[in-house]
């Protein structure tokens, strides 16, 4: 959100879904992914920062399919990303 000049808002919100998952959003006001690309945000090396090394989603993304989840982004209608992220729910177990 570097490049925003106006208000840099994060949301942060999370949920279960109806599958018996949990379902986490992270939206930022920032100036946006490329829809065209999107999956390709989530491949080794793929950055679009300067100093980016284009990691941190591929590493993210791998975590989560690890625990039986699910790792996406879409973009904004008005601007920025939302990426959403899924966890199944374990009977039995408590946080």
Not at 57 to 83: K, M, P, Q, Y
């Amino acid at each position: 959100m570097i490049q925003v000049t106006g208000p840099r808002e994060l949301l942060i919100s999370s949920g279960a879904d109806d599958s018996k998952s949990v379902v986490v959003l992270v939206r930022d006001s920032g100036a946006g992914l490329d829809s065209k690309s999107l999956e390709r945000f989530f491949e080794p090396f793929y950055t679009t920062k300067p100093q980016g090394m284009g990691m941190g989603l591929a590493i993210c993304r791998s975590i989560i399919e690890v625990h039986d989840g699910r790792l996406w982004a879409t973009t904004n209608e008005d601007r920025g990303t939302t990426f959403h992220f899924t966890l199944p729910i374990v009977e039995g177990t408590r946080a």
